[in-house]
């Protein structure tokens, strides 16, 4: 074998490496599905906790406030670890996925949570796996299978029925925001998604957080001056659990799946998102569930199974 290799060498023949001896690629898929469905998990509690923080904080100040403390997290593991600098050619993602996870999609959410409840709020939001899989084919030039996108946009549709009927047919000013949220947030999960294939994810998120830290700093000083501020025990919480749960932790165990099975097939897992929402929503805030919800749970449960089994 090493005549081989030298052989092959001097023929200016370049010979993959042999495949490493850790955890099989089966293994590495179902631990990646379990990262990114923990993600999703993380992710359901935002909209609660951004309700509960928006009870005593202006949606400016929770907004920068949060990204401050999660980039004072992020920046101190990557300083106690002495995690090199990414390369340059990595920062300009690095700014797309802080554009879109670390400031535009909490910023958004936050104006629209406002006037519109979390429940109606995660049903909009429910378009985001098929926002984000239309992201990654056009970014990293992934074509999934006609089943994956027939799978997709039947999830799709069944999660814009629901908030049409829940909205009776028209658009708020909190929809925009909401479809504005999908467009930045997709963006930044597919950029995210991509760095995450060559940094571990914890970092990507981590510098993304620490490249918006003297910007938030401003921000909530700015933001501070002119909105109301009152820490209750609800938005003390909602503030502590959008910061860490979400904004961190959530995003690192997120962009680790996205890594290992491919951020399409990710993306579908959060067709639970909605759902799961929902039942925080119910337990958490006291919302009304309607009758419809079991419905769409139905059949989002099956659009994940067919996503998930279709070869991308």
């Known amino acids: ?57 202006g949606p400016w100040s929770l907004v920068g406030l949060r990204c401050v403390l999660s980039a004072v997290i992020a920046g101190g593991c990557l300083l106690a670890l002495r995690v090199p600098v990414p390369a340059r050619a990595h920062w300009g993602g690095l700014a797309v996925v802080a554009a879109g996870v670390v400031i535009g999609f909490p910023l958004l959410t936050a104006l629209a949570l406002q006037t519109s409840s979390t429940a109606h709020a995660a049903v909009v939001v429910g378009l985001l796996p098929l926002t984000t899989a239309a992201f990654s084919a ?32 028209a658009l708020s000013t909190a929809d925009l ?70 904004q961190f932790l959530g995003l690192l165990v997120w962009y680790r799946g996205m890594a290992a099975i491919g951020i399409p097939k990710a993306s579908q897992l959060q067709l639970a998102q909605p759902l799961l929402t929902l039942f925080w929503s119910l337990f958490l805030l006291g919302e009304e569930l309607t009758p419809a919800a079991p419905l769409t749970a139905v059949a989002v449960l099956v659009c994940i199974a067919v996503t998930q089994r279709a070869r991308g």
Do not use: K
Request: hydrophobic share 50%; glycine share 12%.
């Open 1 to 57: 074998m090493r005549a081989q290799n030298s052989a092959t060498a001097s023929r200016g023949i370049t010979v993959p490496a042999a495949a490493p001896t850790g955890a099989p690629a089966p293994d590495r898929r179902r631990a990646g599905t379990v990262q990114a469905a923990l993600g999703v998990v993380a992710f359901s509690l935002t909209f609660p906790a951004t309700a509960w923080g928006l009870e005593g904080i």
């Open 177 to 246: 925001y909401l479809f504005g949220s999908l467009l930045v947030c997709a963006a930044g999960y597919t950029e995210g998604g991509r760095l995450a294939r060559v940094l571990p994810g914890w970092q990507v998120i981590g510098w993304a957080l620490v490249l918006c830290l003297p910007l938030s700093v401003a921000w909530s000083a700015l933001a501070l001056a002119h909105e109301p501020f009152e820490l209750t025990a609800h938005s003390a919480a909602g503030l502590l659990y959008a910061a860490i749960g979400s």
């Open 138 to 169: 056009l970014r990293t030039g992934v074509r999934p299978s006609r089943t994956f996108w027939t799978a997709a946009v039947a999830g799709a549709v069944a999660v814009l029925g629901f908030t049409v009927q829940q909205s009776g047919g």
